[in-house]
């Protein structure tokens, strides 16, 4: 498609459970990123791949946080055992092979955790 | 270290007065810079980028950025706002293979 989606637009969970989400890239796309927003100011990069390979994973905190972009399916953001702290909104971005830079973002998962 | 400062965390202008945005970065090589704005639940939208060239850069919705080097600056304005700008504006500046953004501005336009 033409724009990155994500799904689903909220997402509540119970402290300690799990949560996933989801992204489906720009098609073309072979960049994906994730970044976490909280409080509705800071950016935290989390996590990039390059198609299937993780690019970038110095942001994601390893012990709770998994990410996957297999072929042919919508890459996915997992949070193990979730914490208050995980509160946040989730946006994924997308971007082309040669212009990594030129990233097109989704319109973000808030995920809630209570 | 590569950072983006973005000083006014709250902007308040009247509706058709002029507007400015403040970001300041630090980065070692030549930036790769953009503004990006952030409607009440909704997602990031491109406003406008600096990759070389023109210093001066023009945007969608009659936004433009100067990029000043010596300054370290690249700030985001507009000649006459309207009630609809009234969002979260973030500056960004591609880091190491990944955004490096400001903390924000959140703007308000009164009537």
């Known amino acids: 498609g033409e724009e990155v989606a994500q799904t689903p637009k909220h997402l509540v969970r119970g402290e300690g459970q799990k949560a996933k989400l989801y992204c489906a890239p720009i098609?073309?796309?072979?960049?994906v990123f994730w970044y976490q927003q909280v409080l509705k100011n800071e950016f935290k990069f989390l996590i990039s791949?390059?198609?299937?390979?993780?690019?970038?994973e110095t942001g994601m905190p390893k012990e709770r946080f998994s990410a996957k972009c297999l072929p042919n399916s919508p890459c996915s953001l997992e949070i193990q055992a979730t914490k208050l702290e995980d509160s946040a909104v989730y946006f994924c971005?997308?971007?082309?092979?040669?212009?990594?830079?030129?990233?097109?973002f989704g319109p973000g998962t808030r995920l809630t955790v209570t | 270290a590569q950072s983006v400062t973005q000083p006014d965390i709250h902007i308040t202008v009247s509706e058709g007065a002029s507007l400015e945005l403040r970001c300041n970065y630090s980065?070692?090589?030549?930036?790769?810079l953009f503004w990006y704005v952030q409607s009440p639940g909704q997602g990031l939208q491109l406003l406008l980028k600096?990759?070389?060239?023109?210093?001066l850069v023009q945007g969608i919705k009659g936004f433009e950025a100067e990029f000043k080097r010596s300054q370290s600056s690249f700030n985001l304005r507009k000649p006459s706002v309207h009630w609809s700008d009234a969002a979260e504006y973030f500056c960004?500046?591609?880091?190491?293979?990944?955004?490096?953004f400001g903390t924000g501005t959140r703007l308000k336009v009164l009537a």
């Open positions: 971005a997308s971007s082309q092979y040669d212009r990594g830079y030129e990233q097109y």
């Open positions: 098609k073309g796309h072979s960049y």
């Open positions: 791949f390059q198609n299937e390979n993780v690019f970038d």
């Open positions: 980065y070692g090589a030549t930036p790769y």
């Open positions: 600096y990759f070389s060239g023109d210093t």
């Open positions: 960004a500046v591609w880091g190491t293979y990944k955004y490096i």
